[in-house]
């Protein structure tokens, strides 16, 4: 009788109730909104897009400038325009490049790099990661009357402005 007593108490005891389920599934939602937020993958994709957005911007800043010293200060092949008060999008568009930098007021036609700076200087012009073409590439450059070169990105996500001047 006691074998049957104790095979009845292991019966009972087997598993788990549904108040001890719910509590436990109640745990693991917190934690992983906890997770969630404490992570913010949207946070850090914006961040990552705006590394690259400072990384091409440098890069493209240094190839003029290496450009610009190998060919002894000559920079009229790249077709940068001389007024200072104006900002041009790179790209290879002719037209339309005024309407989708946010950053800086640019010119209709685009500035094409690529003629002196490609293959020499760098593998490709870049362009923005999440909005920028060939044609618009969303960075924008300019020369000051000091004759020092601005270049900047038209659309940043988290940093307030990003732009290169030297």
Known sequence: MSIQKEIAQLKKQRGFTLVELLVVIGIIVILFAVVLVAVDPAKRLEQSRDAVRRQDVRDTLEAIQQYVVDNDGDDAVLGI???????????TAATGCDTG??????????VDLSTGLVDTYLASIPYDPSTGTAAETDYYINKTTSGRYVIGSCDPERAATIEVKR
């Open 81 to 91: 325009d001389a007024d200072n008060a104006t900002y041009e999008q790179i790209g």
């Open 101 to 110: 930098c946010t950053a800086q007021v640019t010119e209709a036609a685009c």
